[in-house]
Every structure is written in structure tokens, then in C-alpha cells.
């Protein structure tokens, strides 16, 4: 440090000043891009992520609501005429689905599908629920080919 001093106090007066403020603009420079603008950006972006966070918020919000409305508007469920191994039997049937295992157990049956279309199992799902069957549980896996999936384990009741 002693020989830092002494070099600065050989420098001219002009010299000395030149030093002083370059060294006043470097350490303005570390200031800004090492600390301001990092932290700046930071706050900008978290601002971001707690607005979309906000709309995700409503948007779900509306949604919930919505469903509840429905759901009120649906009314009384039709009431299952028939076994329900047999509806599934002959509804899948109906739809190209092939049933590889069914199980009843009680006023509830679990249902496995190998391989089926995707969009054949939706609208297979949507026919059991329009029948006043209700969906449980699914769960579900991508198969081998594009658009076919798995149906591990589908739980259905009256």
C-alpha cells in the first residue's frame, strides 16, 4: 500500500485527478452492472412470475366456479338400468375397445385395456358417464404406437 501511495503522490496534480475519477467511475461501474442491474432484473422478473401467477390464479378461480355451476345445472343423474360389468361389455364393444381384464368388486368394477385409441377411450368414458356411471379412478399410460394408450386401472361405480 505504502507504494501505491508513494507512485500516486509522484504523479502530477492533473495525473492525480485523472486516477481519482477514473477510480470513482470504475467503482461506480462495479456497483451498477455487479449489483444494481443483477437485482433490478431480478425484482423484474419475479414482478412477471407474480402477475402470471395472479392470472393462473383467476383463470383457475373462474373455472372452479364454473364447474360448480355445471354441476348444479346437470341436476339429477340418470339412473344405471343393468348389471354394470354388462353396460361396460357392451358399451366398450360399441366403441372398438377391447377389454383385456374386468373385476367387480361391489357396487364398483376396475376395468384394463391393453391397448386402445386415445380418442375412442374419451368418448367410450363420456357415453359411461352420460348413462349416470361414474368414473372413479384413471390411470392411464402411453402405448407403443401414436394416439393408442394404456388404461392400467379404471374404477367405475353406479
Not at 49 to 61: D, M
Not at 86 to 97: W, Y
Not at 108 to 134: C, H, K, M, T, Y
Request: avoid cysteine; glycine fraction near 6%.
Amino acid at each position: 500500500m505504502k507504494r501505491v501511495k508513494e507512485k500516486f503522490a509522484a504523479l502530477t496534480e492533473r495525473e492525480q485527478r485523472l486516477v481519482v475519477v477514473s477510480a470513482i467511475v470504475v467503482a461506480v461501474g462495479i456497483f451498477y452492472w455487479g449489483l444494481w442491474a443483477p437485482l433490478n432484473q431480478g425484482i423484474t422478473q419475479q414482478t412477471q412470475l407474480l402477475s402470471s401467477n395472479k392470472r393462473l390464479v383467476s383463470w383457475v378461480e373462474e373455472q372452479s366456479l364454473r364447474a360448480a355451476q355445471l354441476r348444479r345445472t346437470q341436476g339429477t343423474k340418470q339412473q344405471v338400468s343393468g348389471s354394470l360389468p354388462q353396460i361396460v361389455t357392451s358399451s366398450s364393444a360399441n366403441f372398438a375397445l377391447t377389454i383385456s381384464r374386468m373385476q367387480p368388486q361391489g357396487d364398483e368394477i376396475q376395468v384394463w385395456i391393453d391397448e386402445a385409441p386415445f380418442n375412442s377411450l374419451l368418448s367410450w368414458l363420456n357415453n359411461l358417464e352420460q348413462r349416470g356411471i361414474v368414473i372413479d379412478q384413471v390411470d392411464v399410460a402411453e402405448a407403443n404406437a401414436p394416439g393408442m394408450i394404456k388404461v392400467r386401472r379404471l374404477v367405475l361405480t353406479k
